[in-house]
């Protein structure tokens, strides 16, 4: 059974295409590879729904099911080569609107774990849903296979907990995790101004 | 958006572009690259879509007018020469340029502001000439550029003498290192100020967290271990000297293009939903079709592109923009 991209809300794919299609046109895109590469060659492809948990959360020993969706993210390609991420987030009238463009770290390993990702054994008996895992405050990204019967999380590289790249079960991710958001050091109040 | 008069007032270095409102995407453009100091020269015509030709920086001056600078040219302002302009309408007189005629007396124009925010372009030596900008058959980008530039008697608001000002796009040539442990975003950030103004430097994130925590293992085993802490970055902006002013806020789209002309980049802090925080460098800005961006320099998740108010109240997500430290050379 293949990895089930899932249909992000009506509109949106057009909507981001745009926006990006604009922004370089203008010259708003700017590393090399996408200040090259021409507006009509830029393409998106892997639709998947972001999902965000704090540290807290995490360190309270709270589960997938805290986590919470923040919108929607695509691979950007030119050429046929993944060049950056876009990402869209809710407006006030409930329809995802175009928030930004990443051309990072977290890119590049997204397609690389998408090439380990789609050859899983688990993915033949299971039907796994592609989204995104993030938890900003301890800097990791991960690939999170959704399904009714399991979750499976790949961290992205550069990852606090390692195993990037690696499938791994929620209950494994998620105790790596929260030692590590356990064990942070705590940061002492700003100095005055 | 285009600007205000009450932005003008504001804009100090900021470049902007001058755009027809009656020609889609043709500009003003200004070659000054053959003026000498022996007078008046150069070319002053129309450009499809803003270059490096078509940025100018407004010059006020006592009497509320404003010289009009070339970003391409530094110290070649914009001249008019309304003499002679027929009352036919045809529009004639000369505009070219000139070089350190920054409040000559051809080089000074009133703004008349428009009622769609666009403004008409008064000679302060002949009052009732105005700017006038004929872009038809401007539809591809050449290296000359094309059309009309000259003056027209009696034109203020007319279609061919409102022109829309904005800010122009401005990115600084500024590089991010890769955050080298978990909880190095200020080291980071500090490190890559330093070697923005200062190539030369040899200071590492690592060899700044041993002067941080007064040890001298962090560019080696401690790294990862007990010199993997978070901190504030304007302590150790300070001890170099790249701290500007420490903001516990956020600056608003003027304020950053008045930071990015100084050429300064700056870095904001933003606090995470849970509480903790991060912070990564803003090196530039652009508006396009009414949406302000900003282009963020992140040490954990790279160069990236932000609607600007998704930049302040959702950064990655969960994140709030709160403080701000300006830097200086």
């Known amino acids: 059974m293949p990895l089930h991209l899932p249909d992000p809300p009506s509109g949106a794919h057009d909507h981001v295409k745009s926006r990006l299609h604009t922004l370089a046109a203008h010259g708003g895109l700017h590393t090399k590879a996408l200040r090259g590469a021409r507006a009509d060659q830029l393409d998106l492809s892997t639709p998947h729904q972001v999902f965000t948990l704090g540290a807290d959360d995490i360190a309270a020993g709270g589960g997938l099911d805290r986590a919470e969706p923040a919108g929607w993210r695509y691979l950007v390609e030119s050429a046929g080569q993944v060049v950056a991420s876009a990402e869209t987030m809710p407006a006030p009238d409930g329809t995802q609107r175009f928030a930004n463009v990443n051309e990072g770290p977290f890119v590049d390993a997204t397609d690389k774990a998408m090439k380990v990702v789609r050859k899983l054994p688990k993915l033949e008996a299971a039907g796994f849903e592609l989204r995104l895992l993030r938890v900003p405050s301890l800097y990791l990204t991960a690939l999170w296979l959704h399904s009714p019967a399991e979750d499976l999380l790949v961290p992205l590289q550069p990852s606090p907990i390692g195993k990037e790249g690696k499938s791994m079960s929620a209950a494994e991710f998620l105790s790596d995790l929260a030692e590590y958001a356990r064990s942070r050091p705590s940061l002492p109040p700003p100095p005055p101004v | ?329």
């Open chain 2, 1 to 329: 958006m285009p600007l205000t008069q009450a932005d003008l007032a504001t804009l100090g270095n900021a470049p902007i572009t001058i755009k027809s409102t009656f020609f889609d995407n043709v500009y003003l453009r200004m070659d000054g690259t053959s003026v000498n100091g022996a007078g008046p020269g150069g070319t002053v015509n129309c450009q499809l879509n803003a270059g490096a030709k078509e940025r100018f920086k407004l010059r006020p001056q006592a009497d509320g007018s404003y010289s009009v600078e070339s970003v391409a040219s530094p110290n070649v302002f914009l001249r008019m020469d309304g003499t002679g302009v027929p009352t036919t309408g045809a529009g004639g007189g000369t505009v070219n340029c000139q070089l350190n005629a920054n409040g000559g007396a051809n080089h000074k124009f009133n703004l008349r502001a428009q009622s769609n925010g666009s403004f008409s372009f008064e000679s302060v030596a002949i009052p009732g000439i105005f700017l006038r900008l004929v872009g038809s058959g401007v539809t591809t980008r050449t290296d000359a550029g094309g059309g009309i530039v000259n003056c027209q008697l009696n034109a203020n608001g007319g279609a061919h003498e409102s022109f829309f000002l904005s800010r122009d796009d401005q990115l600084l040539n500024f590089v991010m290192e890769q955050q080298q442990q978990t909880y190095w975003c200020w080291s980071a950030c500090t490190v890559s100020v330093e070697k923005y103004y200062n190539p030369a430097t040899t200071l590492t994130q690592c060899t700044l967290a041993n002067t941080e925590w007064g040890r001298n293992d962090c560019c080696g085993a401690g790294g990862a271990g007990a010199c993997n802490r978070g901190n504030w970055p304007q302590t150790p902006m300070q001890r170099l000297g790249r701290l500007n002013q420490d903001l516990r806020t956020t600056l608003t789209a003027a304020q950053i293009s008045d930071e990015l002309a100084k050429g300064a980049p700056f870095i904001a802090d933003v606090i995470w939903r849970d509480g903790n925080s991060h912070v990564l460098a803003v090196h530039g800005r652009h508006q396009i079709d009414g949406v302000e961006y900003v282009k963020v320099a992140d040490p954990a998740y790279g160069n990236s592109t932000w609607t600007y108010d998704d930049f302040c109240a959702r950064y990655q997500n969960i994140g709030t923009w709160r403080y701000s430290y300006t830097t200086k050379r």
